[in-house]
């Protein structure tokens, strides 16, 4: 029988586009680059289009000149801060997803918590060079502590001046020779190692480990901080009932 109507139009366009018989279904992708490289297609430049480049400011040739602009900004910048240093001290990371986690690099700053273990303020820290970044969470103990170290370490080889006059206050270095220290114009401080860890150790799998199930514990763990305040209220009623 013969199709009437819209649909009969829709079937037509496509029993078109099909091929007979038992061929291949044409999927052409005619939506590609011609001639394309991982530097983009290639193709030849005339006079009048590099001429076009060339007026439209296309070619960076203010290079020099900016990197110029940029060492004289960075020699203010230095000046303005003295005698501080021209960075800022900066945590040890992971890098994120299960590809690149194995190196390190460092972050954007500092989490309250470890500033708390290391016992600086955020005021103070944004005062001495620190940088704080009050959404960062520690979800490592090894990685917090590290952290820790190294923030102690910054705190041991800090030098603090008075902030006016000659009178030493709490936390000011008192030895006046101390003070002559020049100013650090790196531009990271105590750079990170960003090199994926060492070999690791092999053991042999006990019948403790093979049967040990880390989902249970993983349960019975949450259940715990999750029942901790009913528990003890039920623990205190019952007491309670046994005095009475």
């Known amino acids: ?12 366009q496509v029993a078109d586009k099909m091929v007979k018989h038992n061929k291949i279904i ?5 939506h590609k680059k011609w001639q394309s490289s991982s530097r983009g297609p290639l193709h030849l430049i005339t006079w009048s289009e590099l001429l076009d480049a060339v007026l439209t400011s296309s ?5 020099p000149g900016k990197k110029k602009a940029r060492r004289l900004k960075r020699a203010a910048k ?4 003295v005698p501080r240093p021209l ?3 900066r945590p040890v990371v992971r890098c994120p997803t299960e590809k690149h986690c194995a190196k390190v690099r460092l972050g954007r700053g500092f989490s309250l918590a470890e500033l708390k273990a290391a016992k600086i303020t ?3 820290a944004n005062s001495i060079g620190v940088a704080v970044d009050h959404r960062r969470t520690n979800k490592s103990t090894n990685a917090f502590s590290s952290n820790v170290q190294r923030l102690q370490g910054y705190k041991a080889k800090l030098v603090m001046f008075p902030k006016k006059g000659t009178k030493v206050k709490t936390g000011d ?6 003070r002559d220290v020049t100013q650090s114009l790196e531009k990271t401080l105590m750079p990170a190692d960003g090199s994926p860890d060492g070999p690791f150790d092999f053991i042999e799998v006990s019948s403790e480990m093979k049967n040990h199930s880390s989902y249970q514990q993983l349960c019975e763990t949450r259940n715990a901080k999750k029942l901790a305040g009913i528990r003890k209220k039920m623990k205190v009623e019952k007491d309670a009932e046994k005095k009475n």
């Open 173 to 178: 270095t008192k030895d006046a020779s101390a």
């Open 59 to 63: 070619f960076r040739f203010d290079q």
């Open 26 to 30: 044409p999927n052409a992708h005619f």
């Open 122 to 124: 955020p005021q103070i």
């Open 87 to 89: 960075a800022r001290l």
């Open 78 to 81: 230095a000046a303005a801060i």
């Open 1 to 12: 029988g013969s199709f009437s109507g819209p649909f009969s139009q829709t079937y037509r």
